[in-house]
């Protein structure tokens, strides 16, 4: 697996990549990775010829109080962990690489980008859409693999390549779990043994609308009141939103219909925890 | 020449002729062409196997009261015109295609849009660099060809194509202007007998803070009161802005040297006119 540090390296190796015909998985990550990601790459490598996995941590997608500055940057392991899941090039630029002195585009999506994460993290995806399309012009991808425990994100993305008109295929593919249920995520790291114990909350909440709707619920305040409600009673964990939206718009419907979206966000302790399910609802 | 309404068969197109290895010229218009895109477009004729001009008012690029719904659309002889110049492929979709039921992505370039046309046309250059980002997907240009008469718009095309990392060239054209010293521009059109003798104020004192420079001036303030002046003395023609601004960044420098544009926009009757010229200040 070759490592590369320059944007413009990476531009020209991508080119010749796709000049030689080559179909290039890319797995957009900020690093420390986990399960989750290393499903993704084996995804990618299972399809393509060559699989590219990028680890930057984005700075455009933290607000000033986020953890920037504390979010695990264990590089050694991630390239271990990048070549044994099936990377051919992990490109790692430092900021000033992708972000020039100058560098003043951005790109924005808009009403998926509004609610939900958007609201609680303003200018994060402004930040996340940025990136994306400066990392989809470097590595030029046949398609993208993402996962869906960021389902907010994944939508906005699939977005920006239909309205750009970008050549690249999405695949969201399904979120991987700890033992115990909880969504896999670098920010797991930060959490206690306790804390951990405590997050299951969010997923419990998740599990229970999905059983709820599976009975026969179709009212979207239903499912969102019984998720507060178990979030609510679990001591150490604060409630940042649960909903239950439909799955391409991520807004509330009237009735629950077609396939929809379980979101929840919460902190516990300094941590801010997603996840989300997807319920078909015939 | 070809004519393409359908976005999906234009990409196709360019993304075959890119496959063939040939290098494509790209003059995007807004239709209703003049000399200026005619010389944009021989341009582009002479350096590149294969020529295409987009004719498309950009809906997105004008704000609510501006002149979308009467801008000139002459179709039939846009048409011959391009042809005439060496255009060997005409994009021409309807709105429809560029932005489809559901479009919401957004590209906007920071602090150069911001002055001039930016603060006289809000949502403008975001509308414009939207439009840009979806054309050169669709067209995959080598170079695009545009005007030094948009001078700020080109500024922001560039800024864009660095910042997205896009493998294209952009060569900015001399303003084509009528006998007169007019810029060529399609607004002109709106333009009487007698309102076009008075847009000439515009140029006129373009040219006389050149000479001023020329003689030796370096006080951007003084610069832009001699425009302001100029233009304010003559009847029928209503200042907009006049200034004199570093030639990268459009800030006003604390004293005038190396590259200078002098910019100017005014509204004669109904119409708004904008023009600028360079100066090399040693």
Same mark, same amino acid.
């Given at each position: 697996m070759i490592v590369i540090r320059s944007a413009a390296r990476m531009a020209a190796v991508a080119r010749r990549l796709e000049r030689e015909g080559k179909r290039i998985g890319f797995v957009p990550t900020m690093g420390a990775l986990h399960e989750g990601h290393c499903s993704l790459i084996r995804a990618a490598a299972a399809r393509h010829d060559m699989v590219i996995? *990028?680890?930057f941590v984005n700075p455009l997608q933290f607000g000033p109080?986020?953890?920037?500055? +504390?979010?695990? +940057?264990?590089? &050694?392991? @991630?390239? /271990?962990l990048a070549r044994a899941a099936g990377a051919d090039l992990l490109f790692a630029p430092p900021a000033r690489e992708l972000y020039p002195p100058g560098f003043q585009t951005a790109v924005e999506v808009g009403p998926l980008a509004r609610r939900?994460?958007? *609201? $609680? /993290?303003? &200018?994060?995806? +402004?930040?996340?859409?940025?990136?994306?399309?400066?990392?989809f012009e470097l590595?030029? !991808?046949?398609?993208?693999?993402?996962? #869906?425990k @960021?389902? #907010?994100?994944?939508?906005?993305?699939?977005?920006? =390549?239909?309205? %750009?008109? %970008?050549?690249?295929?999405?695949?969201? #593919? !399904?979120?991987?779990?700890? !033992?115990? &249920?909880? $969504?896999?995520? *670098?920010r797991n790291a930060y959490l206690s043994a306790a804390e951990r114990r405590q997050a299951l909350a969010l997923f419990h909440a998740l599990r229970a609308a999905r059983a709820r709707i599976r009975a026969g619920e179709r009212r979207p305040g239903? =499912?969102?009141a019984l998720m507060r409600g178990l979030i609510r009673a679990k001591a150490g964990v604060r409630l940042e939103y649960a909903a239950a939206v439909d799955a391409r718009t991520?807004? !509330?419907?009237?009735?629950? +219909?077609?396939?929809v979206a379980l979101l929840g966000a919460v902190r516990v302790g300094r941590t801010r925890l997603i996840d989300n399910l997807l319920v078909g609802v015939p």
């Open positions: 996995v *990028s680890v109080r986020e953890d920037f500055a +504390r979010y695990p +940057r264990p590089f &050694g392991r @991630d390239r /271990r939900w994460e958007g *609201s $609680a /993290r303003p &200018g994060h995806f +402004r930040g996340v859409a940025t990136v994306v399309a400066v990392l590595t030029r !991808p046949t398609t993208v693999y993402v996962g #869906q @960021d389902y #907010q994100q994944a939508l906005i993305v699939g977005q920006l =390549i239909r309205d %750009l008109r %970008l050549p690249i295929r999405l695949r969201v #593919q !399904p979120t991987v779990r700890e !033992p115990g &249920g909880l $969504a896999m995520s *670098s239903r =499912i969102a991520l807004e !509330p419907p009237r009735r629950l +219909r077609g396939r």
